[in-house]
């Protein structure tokens, strides 16, 4: 089983900076594939960016792209997620994602929530 846990939400005016952390613990993810979503007030979960176990190959959903940076440490079990310049449509419950390699199975933190204010 595995346990993600994330932190580093919070109140943030526009323009702003927040690092959301991700920490696992269950099992080693070095070989998952790691990733961000967000879901905000009334709409569905979307993906925010995503990495892979090497951490070269990462994936960014055009609204973050040049603000947002996500990286791994395969070493501590946990992965980042940088966000700079931060706009209010970022507002939302932030959750981490681990996935399995040739696996259905995902695995899902209870979410922390990002608030930035105009």
């Known amino acids: 089983q595995v346990q993600l846990v994330e932190s580093g939400g919070g109140l943030v005016q526009a323009g702003g900076s927040l690092r959301l952390v991700c920490a696992a613990s269950?099992?080693?993810?070095?070989?998952?594939?790691m990733g961000w979503f967000r879901q905000a007030p009334g709409k569905g979960r979307e993906v925010v960016a995503t990495i892979y176990w090497s951490g070269t190959s990462t994936y960014y959903t055009d609204s973050v792209k040049g603000r947002f940076t996500i990286s791994r440490d395969n070493a501590k079990n946990t992965v980042y997620l940088q966000m700079n310049n931060l706009k209010p449509e970022d507002t939302a419950v932030y959750y981490c994602?681990?996935?399995?390699?040739?696996?259905?199975?995902?695995?899902w933190g209870q979410g922390t929530q990002v608030t930035v204010s105009s």
């Open positions: 269950g099992r080693p993810l070095s070989s998952y594939r």
């Open positions: 994602n681990a996935a399995p390699p040739f696996s259905s199975q995902e695995y």
